[in-house]
């Protein structure tokens, strides 16, 4: 049983920062990658930001040059910074864990709500 338990979000105002967490439990296998996905009211989950083994980066056009991605492999643990907070950025974060050998988009977090005001 894989569980993932996302922390860190909150209400912030817009040009704020917040540090999302997510620790990976239970049943672990290989990690292959580790991202960020969120989903806003009455929209579709979209990829925020991926990290894979090796330390390649991927990140949504909206959020390049503001967020930044980082992984404890030690810890089990995926990080996302967010720096300079829009109000579009107002979503439930969503981890995402991959691994070598199973199928990808299996195993998500619950999320944690981001909120920007302005």
């Known amino acids: 049983q894989v569980q993932l338990a996302e922390s860190g979000g909150g209400l912030v105002q817009a040009g704020g920062s917040l540090r999302l967490s997510c620790v990976v439990s239970?049943?672990?296998?290989?990690?292959?990658?580790l991202g960020w996905y969120r989903q806003a009211p009455g929209k579709q989950r979209e990829l925020v930001a991926t990290?894979?083994?090796?330390?390649?980066?991927d990140y949504a056009d909206s959020v390049k040059g503001r967020f930044t991605i980082s992984r404890d492999d030690a810890k089990n643990t995926v990080y996302l910074q967010m720096n300079s907070l829009k109000p579009e950025d107002t979503a439930v974060y969503i981890c995402?864990?991959?691994?070598?050998?199973?199928?990808?988009?299996?195993?998500w977090g619950q999320g944690t709500q981001v909120t920007v005001s302005s």
């Open positions: 990290m894979r083994s090796g330390g390649n980066t």
């Open positions: 995402n864990v991959d691994f070598w050998g199973i199928p990808d988009y299996i195993y």
């Open positions: 239970g049943t672990i296998f290989e990690i292959n990658a």
